[in-house]
């Protein structure tokens, strides 16, 4: 995926800074084995790790993270727990999303010939606005019994959205832009972020195919008839929705890797952002999706040959070797699957 926009990063001789935040569950144990496949390979990227201890319900663990980032311009991130549950301590993962204004999110949807599902050869992006809408975190009783929850839709940030996604379309070759919304009832919010879609593809975009599609409608039609999808564009909530849609139909939450885009700052995550709270330090989670991850960080900052490195290895490990952890149907360990990928990265640099 190009770059829309250039994100400054930090390069100091040659190797550049990236800040990693581990977060909970599963999230050390993936980044442990992005760490050792980088330090194989010589990856020149030196990590700035930030631990984030989600029992305390200050955010100045949060805000050291933001710092970094700002410094580095780019991050690694699993998924950051909130465990307190005072409505008043709000989302690691929102707040950081927020307070880096990265308003754009890109899942690549691509099938992996190797894993067997129901469709073959899916190839769909999904582009969501990651930082409103129902994520705005307004919640209060207004009377005993009634809670009401703000969603949050903005003239501004749907613009910025629905451009990077038609921008996206036009620099990638893509054809057509599909606005999932449900506007039928959401008349005024949803109704703003499907105007702005209708008239961008329209004013701004002609070449680009334009069409749009109600929610609900759209998780019948993704799990029966998926190829009919291109670019997606959404809203947050339904775009967490039918990023974990599109995962379940390529395999699960670990293969794929999403990318959090701004105008400033870019921040790379297993693209479902979950814990695996269940599966951590029983070398059965799958280790793939933080790789990916991290082959995007690695392409975003220009390492286009330790990007197609580890990709190549990667693709051929779960393709060809079908070397996979239980969730994809196979029998190997996580660190199996690791180690295979390294054979795989030394066979291929050695060419
Ligand atoms: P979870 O962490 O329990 O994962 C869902 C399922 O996917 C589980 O069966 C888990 O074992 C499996 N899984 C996840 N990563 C895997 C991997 N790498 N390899 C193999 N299997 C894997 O998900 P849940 O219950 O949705 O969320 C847990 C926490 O994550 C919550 O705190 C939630 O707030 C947070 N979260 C979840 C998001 C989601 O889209 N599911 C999004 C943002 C936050």
New binding site residues.
Partial sequence: IRKQKIIPVAQYGGRHAVTMLPG???GPE?MGYVREIFKYIGAPIDFEVVDIDPTVDNDEDVQYAITTIKRNGVGLKG?I??KSEAAYVT?R?VALRNELDMYAYVLNCKSFPGVPTRHKDIDVVIIRQNTEGEYAMLEHESVYGVIESMKVVTATNSERVCRFAFEFAKRNGRKKVTTVHKANIMKLSDGLFLETSRRLARDEYPEIEHNDMIIDNCCMQLVAKPHQFDVMLMTNLYG??V??VVCGLLG????LSGRNYGDHYAVFE?G????????AGKN???????INASVDMLEHLGHHYHADLIRRAVNKTINVDKIV????GGTAS?TEVVNNIMVNIGKMARG
């Fill in positions: 909970g569950g599963i993936v998924n727990e909130t989302s993962n967490s929705i990023s974990n699960g939450a670990g293969l297993p479902t952002r979950n814990t695996g709270t269940a599966i059965i989670a799958n280790p793939i999706a933080m952890t239980p969730d994809v996580s």
